[in-house]
């Protein structure tokens, strides 16, 4: 089956950029797609990208989608606390099927 | 729209005991998906259900678990009998196939299990 695969941790100081990368194996998915989980919730949708674009920005998240090596990318700008979350990548396949990769824990230090 | 409802938030039971999971999809929406969450093993799709018919459930670790939908507004999940390998957290999704763009899928708050 499809395998989305992801680190899974990461660590940044509040203020700078972090990078969540994310490596994908169906070249044939239409979108892409990032969630976040807070601590104690289920997983919201932050922001999704389709397999045409190369980059999509929105306010202080930017995705970067590379077909040809099918790694995809979330970089958020002004990293704060707030943001800590495990990060979710996705890729969508028949049936509104999803497949999730482990996740990432973002820890963000003050 | 109140979002995916899902109830209880918590259990924790005694192994060898029945669990049931229940799960209020978004209104209109046609599929659901029941996922798992654990350390070891992240976020693992169960089973999932298009218009309260099971689709795919070849991610149901074994019999002791089943999962029903019988209609369009209410899914269970079962666990009989429990045993403490099954402690973890269970999301429930649903989602709308008929809108243009994006598929997306929303998630319940989950249930925090714990088989004791």
């Known amino acids: 089956g499809e395998d989305v695969e992801q680190s899974l941790f990461l660590s940044v100081r509040e203020g700078d950029s972090s990078v969540i990368n994310c490596t994908y194996t169906d070249s044939s998915s239409t979108y892409l797609y990032w969630y976040k989980q807070e601590p104690g919730a289920g997983l919201q949708l932050l922001t999704y990208i389709f397999s045409n674009m190369d980059m999509k920005q929105d306010q202080r998240l930017t995705v970067l989608l590379n077909k040809k090596d099918k790694h995809l990318s979330l970089r958020i700008a002004d990293t704060q606390t707030g943001d800590s979350a495990i990060y979710f990548c996705a890729e969508n396949g028949n049936f509104n099927k999803f497949y999730f990769g482990s996740g990432t824990k973002l820890n963000v230090k003050p | 729209d109140a979002g995916v409802i899902q109830s209880p938030r918590h259990e924790v039971t005694e192994m060898g005991q029945e669990v049931t999971l229940r799960c209020k999809p978004i209104?209109?929406?046609?599929?659901l998906f029941w996922y798992r969450q654990t350390m070891m093993r992240g976020l693992e799709l169960l089973i999932y259900f298009n218009n309260n018919v099971p689709i795919d459930d070849s991610g149901m670790p074994e019999d002791r678990f089943s999962a029903k939908m019988p209609n369009a507004s209410f899914s269970t999940l079962k666990i009989q009998p429990s045993e403490p390998r099954d402690s973890a957290v269970y999301f429930c999704?649903?989602?709308?196939?008929?809108?243009?763009?994006?598929?997306?899928?929303?998630f319940g708050p989950g249930t925090r299990l714990t088989i004791t």
């Open positions: 999704a649903s989602s709308y196939s008929g809108g243009q763009g994006a598929p997306e899928q929303y």
């Open positions: 209104s209109g929406h046609d599929y």
